[in-house]
């Protein structure tokens, strides 16, 4: 099974600045089926991203995905006091599904 | 407003079974896919598989096809996990997803709020 590392674990930033968060897969993701999700404590994951880029329905234009085969990037391009959460990348592009441990960004 | 409403908190002994349902609330079931996907304490999100709603086609990952059974009832808009001969390992919180409408990308756009299920002796 494809296996995803996400880095950093942790990044601590402080609103208004950019976040890059890193998802590495074991393998070729085919087709480039690769999803984000956001956690908010207490609350479900909400889908971000799939297919690398295309942002999901409601999702603000300062999230951006891009990467292909198995770096993939997920940009948060001013960080809102609501981005401040749990990321998760997730392929599809192999079975099983699987996905990363998560990047956790949080307040400086 | 759109939901998927779970079923509540288990307690199972080790070699039972536990059933969790899902019910979709403010759009009809029969018009998605529906995947469970757990999370044990510290772990990360694990895929179960899937099931259409429609139809009730399903595929498992291949690490629960034994045990593991999905199903439907399309009049009640209700789907179901049932897990057979629990183990330790199992407990988790065990959440149904839906699918994203495009069928080509198993993306999951709505989460259910997730059921405990704690298996111990």
């Known amino acids: 099974e494809i296996v995803l590392t996400q880095s950093p674990g942790t990044l601590s930033l402080s609103p208004g600045e950019r976040a890059t968060l890193f998802c590495r897969a074991s393998?070729?993701?085919?087709?480039?089926?690769l999803a984000w999700y956001q956690r908010r404590p207490g609350q479900a994951p909400r889908l971000l991203i799939y297919?690398?880029?295309s942002r999901a329905t409601g999702i603000p234009d300062r999230f951006s995905g891009s990467g292909s085969g198995t770096d993939f990037t997920l940009t948060i391009s001013r960080l809102e006091p609501e981005d401040f959460a749990v990321y998760y990348c997730?392929?599809?592009?192999?079975?099983?599904?699987?996905f990363g441990q998560g990047t956790k960004v949080d307040i400086k | 407003q759109v939901h998927l409403v779970q079923s509540g908190a288990e307690v199972k002994k080790p070699g039972a079974s536990v059933k969790v349902s899902c019910r979709a609330s403010?759009?009809?079931?029969?018009?998605?896919?529906f995947h469970w996907v757990r999370q044990a304490p510290g772990q990360r999100f694990e895929w179960m598989g899937w099931?259409?709603?429609?139809?009730?086609?399903?595929k498992y990952s291949q690490k629960f096809q034994d045990r593991v059974t999905f199903t439907r009832d399309r009049s009640a808009g209700t789907g179901y996990m049932e897990l057979n001969s629990l183990k330790n390992e199992d407990t988790a919180v065990y959440y149904c997803?839906?699918?994203?409408?495009?069928?080509?990308?198993?993306?999951?756009?709505?989460w259910g709020q997730g059921t405990v299920v704690t298996v111990s002796s």
């Open positions: 393998q070729s993701v085919s087709n480039n089926y």
């Open positions: 997730q392929q599809y592009g192999s079975l099983p599904w699987t």
């Open positions: 297919v690398a880029s």
């Open positions: 403010g759009f009809t079931f029969s018009n998605y896919v």
């Open positions: 099931l259409k709603g429609d139809i009730g086609d399903t």
């Open positions: 997803v839906r699918n994203v409408p495009d069928t080509r990308h198993d993306a999951f756009d709505l």
